[in-house]
């Protein structure tokens, strides 16, 4: 459905969606690159004459990256981790989100601002602290160490994100709905939360993909464990000082970066296909 | 009311975030190394040490300008693309707007070192294609400050726009379609509508959107360190997170780190509460 | 003034709270189990299988002498090092018994109170006494030793010898004719660089330094001071940076380089010599240049000379923490063998640590002798302090040779302020 249909005339869309072609070739090529130098031999991926296409396309370094011990697992692991985060920080996210919209309180724009305050600090700075806190609750060296942190670190921005799209939804409608005699649970649930499910993938596509490529806790707190490792550790292999692997990176990431894609096209279809137009009804 | 839908949220940011940050401002007026966190030494309390001889640092100050203009720069850079492309995503059909957001979202998905190595890979004045493309010979593109820092900036731009348009366009989305057909009739221009009528719907989204690229391109470290090699030729791309990592975490100084850190959170913190100030000076309410 | 004492106070009534930053108890564990597991973490390679096998044997004849016992090995990414190791420190629970550790980590690890002192227990050892004293010197930190060398990895000249042919070219017998012969090449064959160099390789840098008699630091012990600014070592330096110009590297291009990127240089045929290490091999195998380049060691300063290499390298140490010390102890002098050694060579080509064993596998690959050679001849190793963790990443070397090379300072200045550098690092970290 277009937003504008009607509106646009056909010669500018024409243009437009050659430029959004275009855009979209030029913001692809890295990524064509990337695979593109995970399917040349060892070798070719730095010659003097670089080439758009490689002449002996090989499975090599997927091998190196589908050989490495329990590969199968990491990637069980991530996609654990990334998915409970992404549900759990959702959830909390819409809760807060409500309470920071619909009500008014004291403390309520400081509590806004602190939500994003540990986020200005590098993370370096803050593994030492949680490290200490994940081996107090005895969660090192388990999923819980990096579902925990990331939940609190997706939070703010999803509280954020959400406020808008829960601000945009009239009062009208939710004083309707408690004379219609809904509860305050089934307004909740049944009307609020599906008319801001646009916010809720934007936030859950940012949540997943952080928690996905993270590295620096899964080398952090997986201390002892190779069982409850995740997928990044897997690329990190190949990036050994003085003798990196490109064609290994290249393979890994793109093994890496496919779940993002598939995850994606599950949700854009919510995105897309314009929950903003019942806001009306 | 609201503090049993804010609890759960609570809890965790308490228990996860605010309370290691109160831990790092602690760490920052002590002396503590790897050997006193494994109990090898004693910690011991240093007063404003650390920041001393961080402000005592001339390179401290350079790296600190240099941080602050690049951020800004790529944090303008990142939100004209990301809007302009959201924008553009809701005046074309499903296959070219399906084909920019997967574009885009490949490049958000990408892990950044990953990314920053593909870039640095397609810009090698000896192997890249980005050179012979532009007939630009054996041009170095790392060599020069500037042209460096530039080429660092169209990376992060390129990983960090999809992130702004995805969200902005998820905001058009949820605006009502009335609204902007209502506008569209009066006859305003595109421009208009985007000024006077979606803008000030998507404040919250914007708002938000701009704070996340302020922390995150401030904090920028990746692309740095792996794209100019750790900070540049003699350290003139160096930021205020590399800057850190080389100085203090690498040798596990942790205490410095946390200076350094608290520095950044003041900074960012000023940054803002300026921009909201200004907001609401706008009569906009939070 | 008052402010901040006010400030300082508040923060010392928090800290004696029971909310100060956490650190962890002695980290000895006092006892020596004779059964049990014991826990091993060894750098995982990029290809790893054949490694594994290595260690595999020597665990399964481990569990066999010691009965009750059981190993389980784990193969960690060395990107990751760092951090796991450092949190194996903080953590005793997670740690292992067992470690391999990168050579230039020794003193940060010993300083940091995580090594095991095996200094008896080495020197009582069957098979140490073979063991090059460079290697010793890489597990020995104030007079002690904290580990057994698991290989060493060291840095000679590639060259391309159908360069060399074409231009009637000799292979340099000293550092000016090296230098030389990198300038005839560069003018020769415009398209390549006569010597390929980095400005941030520091390692193949150091050569030049030691060649002409000058050091990074000097000093014994706990205190070090630079030496990098003394007249000796900018001679190297001078010697160094002077490849960095459009007759032999341009610094546009060369300034930024590492040593990976002048081993890909070399590997794709844009270079007519390049330093690199013997676990270069594998990638210049694999590069266009592959059946047209030899290896000789890298010439010093006198004709017919090699110029003292660097000693790099991987240990296997036990940790302080361990349980079970003197089996701890067994594992790694079996891990460390001469035999395990010889077995890795094979399966890795890592170079083994012993003259003997690295005589022998000279003799049955004929590729390793240019490494043999320079090992056998002077090799140095970098400062045994904790403060070379913090000289090594912020990047004070590189800084001095990229100020040189891109005319923003002067040799003398350059090495003033990384002999400042350094100075401050060797002091506050003690």
Known sequence: ?281 | MPWLYLAPALVVIGGLLVYPVYQLGLISFLEYTQAQVSGGEPTSFQGFGNYARLFGDEQFWQVLLATVLFAAACVVSTLAAGCALAVLLTRVRAVPRLALMLAALGAWATPAVTGSTVWLLLFDPDFGPVNRILGLGDHSWTYGRFSAFFLVLLEVVWCSFPFVMVTVYAGIRAVPTEVLEAAALDGASQWRIWRSVLAPMLRPILVIVTIQSVIWDFKVFTQIYVMTNGGGIAGQNLVLNVYAYQQAFASSQYSLGSAIGVVMLLILLAVTLVYLRLLRRQGEEL | MKLSVRLAAVAAVLVTAACAPQTSGNSTSGKDEQSGTLRVWLFQEVNNKPKEQVVQSVVDSFEKAHEGTEVTVEYIPVETRAQRIKAAFNDPASAPDVIEYGNTDTAGYVKDGGLEDVTKDFTSWSEAKDTDPTAKQSVTVDGKIYGAPYFVGVRALYYRTDVFDQLGLDVPKSQAELIETAQRIRAAEPDLYGLVVGGAYTYGAMPFIWANGGELATGKGGSYAAAIDTPDAQKGITAYTSLFGDDNCPAAKCAGMTGNDTITAFASGKAGMAIGGDFSHQAVEAGAVKGKYAVVPLPGVEPGSIAPAFAGGNNIGVLKSTAHRTLAVDLMKRLASKQTQGELFDAMGFLPTFTDVRGQVAEREPFVKPFVQTLAADTKFVPASPAWAQIDSSLVLPTMFQEIVSGKKGVAAAAGDAAQKMDDAFGSAG
């Open chain 1, 1 to 281: 459905m277009n937003l504008f249909r009607g509106i646009v005339r056909r010669p500018w869309r024409t243009a437009a969606e050659a430029a959004a072609l275009l855009i979209a070739a030029v913001v692809a090529f890295p990524l064509y690159w990337m695979v593109l130098s995970a399917f040349k031999p060892a070798g070719e991926i730095e010659s003097t004459t670089p080439r758009p296409w490689t002449p002996a396309p090989t499975l090599d370094s997927f091998r190196r990256v589908f050989g490495q011990q329990e590969f199968g697992r990491y990637f069980v692991n991530s996609l654990v981790v990334a998915c409970t985060v992404v549900v759990v920080s959702a959830l909390i996210a819409f809760l807060a989100a409500t309470a920071v919209t619909r009500f008014r309180f004291r403390f309520r724009t400081t509590l806004l601002i602190m939500f994003l305050v540990a986020q200005m600090v590098p993370v370096e700075a803050l593994t030492i602290p949680l490290f200490f806190l994940m081996r107090d609750f005895g969660q090192l060296n388990t999923l819980g160490s990096l579902i925990l942190p990331h939940i609190a670190f997706s939070l703010p921005f999803a509280i954020w994100m959400l406020r808008g799209f829960v601000k945009a939804v009239p009062e009208a409608l939710e004083e309707a709905a408690y004379i219609d005699g809904a509860s305050r649970a089934r307004f909740l649930w049944q009307i609020l939360f599906p008319l801001v499910f646009p916010g809720l993938v934007a936030t859950s596509v940012f949540s997943f993909i952080s928690a996905w490529n993270d590295f620096l806790f899964a080398k952090s707190f997986i201390i002892s464990d190779a069982s409850q490792s995740t997928l990044p550790m897997a690329l990190l292999v190949f990036y050994k000082p003085e003798e990196p692997d490109w064609g290994g990176v290249m393979a890994a990431s793109t093994v890496m970066t496919i779940p993002v894609l598939v995850f994606f096209v599950l949700v854009q279809r919510r995105l897309v296909s314009g929950l903003g137009g019942a806001v009306k009804d």
